[in-house]
């Protein structure tokens, strides 16, 4: 469970604005963090991770108190069980692929999880490339493997997929829910991409004049109502056995509807034809 209650007075070109956020996150959700430029979204990752102090409030990861303006304490970044991943890639460029991530690695005698990354973002064979020498996707996926390597309580990722083109960046959100499987962590996921937010979090946080406008389970804050046209394939997110209603990604934007069959229900990331789900 990851609790924050935090407080932050901002300055911006167009002056101040009063950071006020406080969430209660279940461990190993993923929220994707939603809103405009300059709404504090990087301010809350950077303050979770250590990086930025608040001015007041609390940060709490399951038992252990990682901030708290009114008992004193701070923990330094390098105290906090955390994965950063920004929008640069950040490899070293004179470390090779394995030695970027044995770096990072703490535990030196785990040096196993190393091959068992690679493996997993489909990099076996690079250990000893350059990151110069490796494609905006492959430099990304090192950088994912890095992020997770310590097996983080908290992952705080920051547009992390932005720059690269659309069939990449759904590669790599495959990659990622991947990672996640088998290193779970609680994950906070900026993003202004809603399909993106659609396909990776249970959960939305949208932040708007420097607070939370809207919180809730992605379904909720992202579905756009029922489907009422029949002309597209869709992808689908989410299935709600008990009422037989699913979640899909159609035109890059979640919509609820009802399934025909709640016997033989779809799974989620299969492409169906929105014909068969309109009753």
């Not at 167009?14 to 301010?43: C, Y």
């Not at 159609?250 to 609820?256: E, N, P, V």
Request: hydrophobic share 45%.
């Amino acid at each position: 469970m990851l609790n924050f209650d935090l407080y932050k007075q901002l300055f911006y070109r167009q002056g101040l604005m009063d950071l006020r956020l406080n969430a209660s996150l279940p461990a190993f959700s993923v929220t994707a963090i939603m809103g405009g430029s300059g709404e504090g979204k990087t301010s809350l990752l950077k303050m979770l991770a250590g990086l930025v102090k608040p001015d007041s409030g609390e940060i709490i990861v399951g038992d252990k108190i990682w901030y708290s303006a009114e008992k004193k304490i701070n923990l330094a970044p390098q105290q906090r069980s955390i994965g950063f991943l920004f929008q640069e890639y950040a490899l070293f460029p004179h470390m090779t692929v394995k030695e970027n991530l044995a770096f990072a690695l703490e535990d030196k005698q785990q040096v196993g999880q190393i091959a068992n990354l690679l493996e997993m973002t489909g990099m076996t064979g690079f250990e000893n490339a350059k990151p110069n020498t490796l494609s905006g996707g492959q430099q990304q996926r090192i950088a994912l493997a890095r992020a997770v390597i310590n097996k983080p309580a908290l992952l705080l990722l920051d547009e992390p997929l932005s720059a690269l083109d659309q069939q990449m960046r759904m590669r790599l959100q495959q990659d990622l829910k991947v990672l996640l499987a088998c290193y779970p962590a609680t994950v906070l996921l900026v993003t202004h991409d809603e399909s993106e937010a659609a396909r990776l979090a249970s959960h939305v946080m949208i932040i708007d004049e420097g607070k939370a406008a809207k919180f809730g389970s992605t379904w909720e804050i992202l579905g756009k109502g029922n489907i009422d046209e029949h002309t597209n394939k869709a992808e689908v997110i989410h299935i709600d056995e008990s009422t037989g209603s699913i979640a899909v990604l159609w035109g890059g934007k979640l919509m609820t509807t009802q399934w025909h069959n709640k016997e033989n229900l779809p799974q989620p990331g299969e492409i169906i034809d929105l014909p068969q789900i309109i009753n």
